[in-house]
């Protein structure tokens, strides 16, 4: 137990593991300290506060019972003791002193500590281009520069927007200009898709298009190389393809941990940067704690080292320090690297690998793709979920999950149920009959994941040859080959219009119930591509034809209900 104690940082983890720490050995003296004057915000809120959807940064402040968490809320409620505007300039280990240097005045004095916490967050990545010194660029590195946008896109005077990187904050940043504003967005990703290492290829093109027909345009696999202006200010982003218009540019392609303090302190540091932790978050100095956005923890399917800058993850890490600070032995296991984001009417959301990243990591994975009603299909209120489930073919074990919907808590609520079992290495047999609470206005009695689950088994038995969304956009465009032909199974009301402006070489329409007794319509000598509204009947179909001994068949999962979304519209 510590009667002295220092955290360094005083956004997310920092008040968090004080807090705790206070109430349970009231007596200690706690100081925290940091670089900005606005401390115990939520960092993740800041779109939304450029957006206006929050309309005040206070907002952003305030606890549930609408107070300000201010230094004078730390000192009177807490006991915590605050320095803002307030950089950590050193550590001395030997000493245990911080060195710390006002931001206001430039004085220089020393904190004594028991024990410290190190919790300096992340910083947007630089990139090394001409330019990012200009009027109208900006990183959001805090709530004071969210202020700042804020203010500028209030006054009019920005038209046009370009955001460089199409991770969570650029494409936030990218809805907030656009909607509330009106202002014409534009992102430039380095990478091939949005959300990249994070959603599958088809989910990413999903959520593209969803944001395209929001007016956000998109330039994959560009890389900005230049920023260029006039009298000071940006005017242009230069691309190694084209040049943009901007009178605002947000940098925001990724964040790395603040670990330099940590290494200037000679602790020890992951090569690809992040300080190294152990399951109590400690650092290799054990009167030292770390957390949050500027630590690696383990990622539980990989086993490996992950950096996952997430509010969430740091508020729980806290408390976790805030215990073993007064002499507990709480553990950090380690993360799945659960997350979502709201993308205009969509939610996008996951959890674990997706199936490039568990094959980098050497597990045969497949992933299974469904689209499937949130809840009962007569009740009136309903929208359908796209889920993408990645499991190793050896073991069934899941290995990731990740969905995108209208039905914006409905598909994170089962993101999280899944994320909550994964830890304990279930498999596709436990989605089977994992259970949930069920009454029609809020699911179905098979619920999207049991059903999820099941089509997983049907493919890792050989019984649903299923073919991948993008694999279906190839086989659309070799159509006319010869080698093809697509073979609608809906109810004549849906694929006789279908039919009659489909070229009948490649496309042939027998309603399912149908088929038993047409199996002599079946087109012969040619792969047969299934279809129907979700895959539930074309899944049927071709148990069906496999009887026939017609095996060349393949099932479009999620049928034309997914097709749509990728903007093929069979």
């Known amino acids: 137990m510590a ?6 940082g005083a956004v997310a983890l920092g008040p968090k593991a004080a807090c705790r720490y206070k109430r349970l050995v009231p007596s200690a003296e706690v100081t925290m300290v940091d ?4 401390i115990s915000y939520g960092g993740c809120g800041i779109p939304f506060y450029v957006s206006g959807d929050v309309s005040s940064p206070d907002e952003l402040k305030t606890t549930s019972f609408h107070v300000v968490r201010d230094p004078a809320f730390f000192e009177a409620a807490k006991g915590v003791h605050v320095r803002p505007s307030t950089r950590a300039v050193s550590i001395d280990r030997q000493k245990k002193e911080v060195l710390i240097e006002s931001l206001a005045t430039g004085a220089q ?21 001409p330019g990012v010194e200009l009027e109208g660029v900006h990183a959001i590195s805090g709530l004071d520069e969210a202020i700042e946008i804020r203010e500028l896109v209030q006054t009019g005077a920005v038209e046009k927007a370009v955001i460089v990187g199409a991770g969570f904050i650029g494409l936030e940043m990218a809805e907030a200009l656009a909607d509330m504003w009106g202002i014409d967005t534009s992102v430039v990703e380095i ?25 956000i345009s998109f330039y994959f696999g560009e890389k900005v190389t230049a920023l260029e202006g006039a009298d000071g200010r940006v005017t242009r982003v230069v691309t190694d393809k084209r040049t943009l218009d901007a ?8 964040v790395a941990p603040n670990d330099g ?4 302190a000679g602790l020890d540091v992951h090569e690809r940067g992040g300080i190294i932790v152990d399951d109590e978050l400690r650092t290799s100095d054990p009167d030292i704690f770390s957390g949050g956005d500027c630590v690696v923890v383990k990622h539980l399917i990989s086993g490996k080292p992950t950096f996952l800058p997430m509010g969430s993850m740091a508020n729980r890490q806290g408390r976790i320090i805030g215990d073993n600070l007064a002499g507990r032995h709480k553990k950090f296991p380690g993360v799945l690297g659960s997350w979502c984001v709201k993308l205009f009417e969509h939610a996008v959301t996951g959890v674990g690998l997706t199936a490039a990243a568990a094959a980098r990591e050497g597990f045969d994975a497949i992933n299974v793709h469904i689209s499937q009603l949130d809840r009962a299909h007569f009740y009136p209120e309903k929208g359908l979920m796209y889920l993408d489930l990645v499991v190793d073919r050896n073991t069934g074990k899941v290995l990731g999950l990740q969905g995108m919907s209208k039905m914006r808590d ?3 609520g089962r993101i999280n149920a899944v994320a909550a079992a994964m830890p304990h290495g279930i498999t596709v047999d436990d989605l089977q009959i994992m259970e949930f609470a069920y009454s029609p206005p809020f699911s179905s009695a098979m619920d999207v994941i049991n059903a999820l689950g099941n089509v997983a088994s049907n493919i890792l038995d050989g019984m649903n040859r299923g073919l991948a969304p993008e694999e279906f956009i190839k086989r659309w465009e070799d159509k006319d080959s010869g080698e093809i032909c697509f073979l609608d199974l809906r109810a004549s009301a849906d694929s006789g219009p279908v039919a009659e402006r489909m070229d009948p070489t490649y496309w042939k329409a027998i309603p399912q119930d149908e088929l038993p007794k047409r199996m002599d319509e079946v087109p012969r000598g040619r792969k047969l591509v299934l279809v129907c509204n979700t895959g539930a009947r074309s899944y049927e179909a071709q148990v069906m034809l496999d009887a026939a001994g017609l095996t060349d068949t393949e099932n479009l999962q999620g049928g034309v209900a997914t097709a749509r979304m990728l903007g093929i519209e069979p």
């Open 261 to 264: 303090l940590a290494r200037e």
């Open 3 to 8: 009667d002295r104690v220092v955290i360094i």
């Open 247 to 254: 009178d605002l540019v947000i940098m925001a392609a990724g």
């Open 191 to 215: 990478t091939d898709q949005l959300l990249p290492g994070l959603a599958s290829p088809h989910l990413a093109d999903m959520a593209r298009r969803h944001m395209e027909e929001n007016d």
């Open 109 to 129: 004095e020393t904190l004594p500590y028991d024990k410290l916490v190190i919790a300096t967050g992340s910083s947007p990545r630089a990139l090394p281009i």
């Open 410 to 412: 409905a598909v994170v």
């Open 35 to 38: 670089m900005s004057p606005s």
